[in-house]
Structures are given as structure tokens and as C-alpha cells.
């Protein structure tokens, strides 16, 4: 019987120039670089087996391997053809980075049950022939339940259709039009075959499609880190980008190397080089090595690398992790040195630890910016530690966006003697509007030691208004009887121009330094630099009071409280909370209120939420008392009037 077997060997022939053009390129461990891999070897297979198949059919030998020859080399091709159409379904999956678990039944059921059936079909007709069988002459018959194998081979190909539909949103345009591509030219190749058999032109519309996913969509270079051999930054986003778009659960180990500089500047570059590279070796490999577990390392910048863990298991990412963790806290041989790396690791997890991709970086950002200096190797991202670092960088970007729009406000708490007697003076409190519009109390998430431009500019606004209101309503008297408490940061007392911004924000609204009182942290205070200290004694000098809140609560210094111009001490309210819980924390409370009275400095009690606090605020003898029980902020307006209603009701 004669064929025209051209085409396959045309196909053969593509097939190896893409093998041997592909040595040139980097050899990528990726998801996609893999199941790409699969695709062209099965279709290679194919041609190879039915190539020898018509051999065989064109000269029949009167051998006794001849029928099983020919039986092989048509089993062989059987089944690489139904499996190119199913590495093709994997392909798919593989471009919008779907993981496959064959261990769950579901997945197996959608991807493997098909070519199992397949394989077991093949199998059975090499003792019955079901699929198709060979005459005495050497000639192919088709078999009875052939339509089979046509059925399964449509069933991945119509399954990589609905991939496409379902998820067209996720492709690009160019991913859409050659995956398409693949499907019409398969269609035509089966097409043609089955109603012409001595064509053999399926195998070559198969090695055309994969060519074009060749040409158009294999192309790692830019996917690729070529110093290390390893995918990006960019491959990293992008497959993160696919998978919280197809809000797919999944986890992300991220290891980081603090002390890359450090290494270069005492081993050497190449040294240090060396080093990393084993480093990413080490991380390309250590999942599927101890824990057969599929996964993908990507170099996200330059001390910090990803681990994308392809498992539904929270479980398996963890034990992944530690062993990670185990391994960074071993020396790494290299040049006939052991080599200590200074390195944490953190898991990841999505929908539980960010919502998007930009979430994600801006996490990660700052949790590799707080590691550096931890004891422990594996961090935890979920600790109240960078929850409150969370707050703080929020603050940040809420306080910038705030001030451009111009919608952030004042409000005025007004501060009570122990009499309740209205004494004029209110703590200025900014509040920052979110992008809902909700007005955001900011005092929570100002932080002690970090330094923000945002933040020294929140500041000087706040300054800037509490001259313009006292201004207004002092009307010019230098004596003016209204005060006003004004919090600062760490950042903005310690610029070294700062005594001249305040200066000049005082000249501009008209206002004396007198009435405004300086509000810091204890821990700011005791942590400040000689220039913030130098700043606040010129602002002494010019009568600008200095008050200590949440006294009790951070980093003390008697010393340098007492050095100096502090009026007042404000007490955390967790030293009243103790002090009523505890005898003995009681008697240090009204000791340390002793103390500062000993020295002409009032106390007062800030944060007072409740009764209970306001009665052990009275009873350890503070002067003043602040917080929303004892009266919530208010708008300027709102604050004056109740200052008179005051007086007017007695």
C-alpha cells in the first residue's frame, strides 16, 4: 500500500530544528517551559511511529517480528496522538498557571481520565483488536471502537476550547490567536485523515501549530534571570497576576538574604556570587527533592527570591518553609570555605494575606524592610508587630493623598482639670479621609520611631491650623487665655530646620509660640538626636511648652525629661488599667506622679475611655484628665461653643 509520508517527514524534520534551535536557548524550569516540553516530544513520537509504521506497511516482510513490529509502532502512535492532544489541554493550563493535582480525584477525572482510558484501550488491543488491526499483507483496519480514540482526542481539545472562553479575559491577544490557531489546524489535519488514510498530513498540522507556540509565546529570555539561571521578577508578577485574577488559592515562600553586601565586601563579588547562585540552585529544586512537592523559584530582586508552592495544602507549604529555613541556617560551601548567610523566610498566602499583586509588593516591601536585624529565621507575617507596621505605612499613604485633596480636618479634644473645670486648652488632633470619604482618626497609627515625609508634613498642617484657630480666637492678645497641644513626630523635631519653619508658620497666622504646647511620646523623647534636643530648648526659649504623652507606655529617660522645658507628663492609660489590677502598681503610679509633682511638673492622664479610668486617674492625683470619655473631638466651632455653653450653664 503506498502513502504520501512526506509531510511526516516534514514534521520530523521541523520538530528536530526546534529541538536543536532550542539548545541555544536557557533551559527555564517552568510550568509553562514543561508543559510545552511534553507537547512537542509527543508529537515528535507520533510522526517517528506512524513514519515507521508506513515503512513497514509499504514493505511487508515474511518475518515472525513483523506483526508485532507493526503492532508497536501503531500502538506507539495511537497513543502519543490521543496524548498530544492532551499535553496541548495541559499547555492551556499551563499559560493561564492552573496547577493539575493528579493525587485529587476532581483533577484527575478532568485531566487524566481520558488518556488513561486511552492507554488502556491501546493495551487491550494488542490482544483484540478494537482500534484497528492489521491484515496478513501488512495493510491497517481500522477497528470497531476507533471512534473512541476520536472522541477522547476532542474531549481535550473542546476542553482547551472552554479554558480559552472561560478565562479569555486573562490572555493576551496574541496568546489567544495561536492557542486558536493550534485547535483549527489539528481540526483540519483529522479532518483530512480520516477521510483520506494514505494522507498522512495529521501529524504535520500538529508540529505546525506547536511551531507557531514556538515562535510567538516560547520565548524566556525575558522571563529569565541570566545571571542565575532562574525566572524573574517579571515571570513572577505575571504568573501572580493570573492567579489572584482567577481568585485561585495558593501559597508563596519568600527567602531573603540580608547580608549580600556585607558577603561581597569580605569574600569578594564572584565569591558572593557563587554562593547565591547555590542558593537559587538550592531553591529551584528543594521542593519536588524533599517533599515531591511541584514548585517554582523566581528571583524577585536582588537579596529576595520566591518560591511558588503548587499545592492546595497550607499544611505542605509550612513543612516546605521550615525545611527552607533549616537549610538557610547551614553554612554554604564554596571556594573551600563554609559560608554563613544572614537569612529569613515567610509564607505567603492568598486570599488570606493579600488581595492583589500590588497588595502583595507593597507587604512584602515593607516586611523586608523590619527583618533585617530578627533573631529568628522564619518570620511571622501575621504577628501584631507588622500589624501595627501595616497601620503605620497606611497612615502614610491615607495622611499624602489627604493633604493633595486637601481633605484632611482638625478637631479639638478639649483637656479637663481634675475639677472638670474647663482650663482653654485642647489637644489639635488631625483627622485623614479615606478614599470611601470616612473620616479616619489618626492618633492609632502614628508611629514613634518611623520617619515619613508624609508624616512631618501631617505636622506642620497641624500646626499651621492650631495658630490660624488660636490666632482667631486669642484676637491679637499675646496673652491670649486659649492653649492648644499639638503632637509631632520624630521626623519633624529633628530637622535641622525646623525652629525656623515653626518660626515662620507662627509669623504668617499671627500667632505666639506661648500658645501652643509641644506634645511627644516617651519614647520619641528618649530616643530623639541632639539636634531634636537642641530644637526644643530654642522652642522653650521662646515659651513653647513640652508635654510627654503616654508616659509609661515606651523607652524612659528621667533624665532627659528633667533636662528639658517638660510642663507636663501624660500617663499612658495602660499605667492606670495596671495600677488598678495591681496594689503594688498602684503605689509606683502615685509614686511616679509624686515624683514629677516634686519637681513642679503636672501629670495628666491620657486615653481615658471609662469611668474605672477616670477614678484611678483621680486617685493616684493627676491634674489633668484627656481622652473621648471625658470629651470627643470636635470642630473648632463646635469647640468654642462648648467652652461657652459652659460658662453660660455654670
Not at 476532542?154 to 479569555?168: I, Q
Request: aromatic fraction near 12%.
Amino acid at each position: 500500500m503506498q502513502y504520501n509520508y512526506y509531510f511526516d517527514i516534514c514534521a520530523i524534520c521541523i520538530i528536530v530544528t526546534i529541538a536543536v534551535t532550542s539548545l541555544s536557548r536557557r533551559s527555564v524550569p517552568a510550568y509553562r517551559q514543561r508543559a510545552y516540553g511534553l507537547l512537542i516530544s509527543t508529537v515528535f513520537i507520533a510522526a517517528v511511529a506512524e513514519r515507521i509504521e508506513t515503512i513497514l506497511q509499504m514493505h511487508p516482510v515474511a518475518a515472525w517480528w513483523y506483526p508485532y513490529a507493526e503492532m508497536a509502532a501503531g500502538s506507539v502512535y495511537f497513543l502519543a496522538h490521543m496524548f498530544s492532544a492532551t499535553t496541548y489541554f495541559y499547555y492551556i493550563l499551563a499559560v493561564l498557571d492552573i496547577y493539575i493535582n493528579f493525587t485529587d480525584l476532581k483533577s484527575f477525572l478532568i485531566c487524566g481520565f481520558g488518556i488513561t482510558t486511552g492507554f488502556i484501550l491501546v493495551v487491550i488491543n494488542l490482544f483484540y483488536p478494537i482500534l484497528f488491526y492489521y491484515s496478513s499483507d501488512g495493510i491497517y483496519h481500522r477497528g470497531k471502537l476507533i471512534w473512541i480514540c476520536y472522541l477522547l482526542a476532542f474531549y481535550y481539545v473542546l476542553g482547551g476550547v472552554f479554558l480559552m472562553l472561560r478565562y479569555n479575559h486573562l490572555m493576551r491577544m496574541k496568546t489567544r490567536v495561536v492557542i486558536s490557531s493550534y485547535i483549527v489546524f489539528v481540526f483540519i489535519g483529522i479532518v483530512l485523515q480520516y477521510f483520506y488514510p494514505t494522507l498522512l498530513i495529521e501529524n504535520f498540522c500538529n508540529t505546525i501549530s506547536a511551531t507557531l507556540v514556538y515562535i510567538t509565546l516560547q520565548n524566556p529570555s525575558e522571563m529569565v534571570d541570566d545571571s542565575l539561571n532562574m525566572l524573574n521578577r517579571k515571570a513572577f508578577l505575571e504568573g501572580l497576576d493570573l492567579k489572584v485574577r482567577r481568585k485561585s488559592s495558593h501559597a508563596i515562600i519568600f527567602v531573603t538574604i540580608d547580608n549580600i553586601r556585607a558577603l561581597s565586601s569580605e569574600i569578594g563579588y564572584n565569591q558572593s556570587h557563587m554562593v547565591i547562585k547555590m542558593i537559587a540552585k538550592y531553591l529551584k529544586s528543594v521542593g519536588y527533592k524533599t517533599m515531591k512537592l511541584q514548585s517554582y523559584a523566581y528571583r524577585y530582586d536582588e537579596n529576595t527570591f520566591a518560591v511558588t508552592v503548587q499545592a492546595n495544602s497550607e499544611e505542605k507549604a509550612r513543612h516546605l518553609l521550615a525545611v527552607i529555613a533549616q537549610r538557610l541556617d547551614e553554612p554554604w560551601n564554596s571556594g573551600g570555605m563554609a559560608i554563613r548567610i544572614e537569612g529569613h523566610c515567610f509564607l505567603m498566602r492568598y486570599p488570606e494575606d493579600y488581595m492583589s499583586y500590588s497588595e502583595l509588593m507593597s507587604k512584602l516591601e515593607l516586611i523586608c524592610d523590619n527583618i533585617a536585624d530578627r533573631k529568628e529565621i522564619i518570620v511571622d507575617v501575621d504577628s501584631n508587630e507588622f500589624k501595627e507596621l501595616k497601620k503605620a505605612r497606611d497612615f502614610d499613604a491615607m495622611a499624602r493623598n489627604a493633604l493633595e485633596i486637601k481633605t484632611a480636618s482638625i478637631r479639638y479634644q478639649p483637656m479637663l482639670s481634675k475639677v472638670y473645670r474647663i482650663n482653654y486648652c485642647a489637644d489639635v488632633i488631625c483627622f485623614l479621609t479615606d478614599e470611601n470619604g470616612n473620616e479616619i482618626d489618626a492618633r492609632q497609627y502614628i508611629t514613634d520611631n518611623k520617619v515619613t515625609q508624609a508624616l512631618m508634613d501631617t505636622d506642620e498642617y497641624v500646626y499651621r491650623r492650631a495658630c490660624r484657630a488660636l490666632a482667631f480666637w486669642n484676637a491679637g492678645d499675646k496673652k491670649g487665655k486659649y492653649r492648644a497641644i499639638v503632637g509631632l513626630s520624630q521626623g519633624e523635631i529633628s530637622k535641622n530646620d525646623f525652629v525656623r519653619r515653626m518660626k515662620k508658620i507662627l509669623r504668617e497666622e499671627k500667632a505666639e509660640a506661648s500658645w501652643i504646647s509641644l506634645k511627644l511620646t516617651e519614647t520619641t523623647l528618649t530616643t530623639m538626636n541632639k539636634v531634636a534636643e537642641h530644637n526644643l530648648r530654642i522652642m522653650g526659649d521662646l515659651n513653647s511648652n513640652i508635654i510627654v504623652d503616654r508616659f509609661g507606655s515606651g523607652y524612659g529617660d528621667l533624665d532627659r525629661i528633667l533636662s528639658l522645658p517638660v510642663s507636663q507628663v501624660n500617663l499612658d492609660v495602660k499605667v492606670l488599667r495596671m495600677a488598678r489590677e495591681s496594689e503594688k502598681m498602684r503605689l509606683v503610679a502615685e509614686g511616679m506622679v509624686n515624683l514629677f509633682h516634686d519637681v513642679s511638673i503636672f501629670v495628666g492622664a491620657s486615653g481615658i475611655e471609662n469611668e474605672d479610668d477616670k477614678l484611678m486617674a483621680e486617685e493616684i492625683g493627676c491634674d489633668y484628665l484627656i481622652g473621648d470619655y471625658m470629651g470627643a473631638p470636635m470642630k473648632d466651632s463646635s469647640y468654642v461653643k462648648f467652652i461657652d455653653a459652659y460658662f453660660e450653664e455654670g
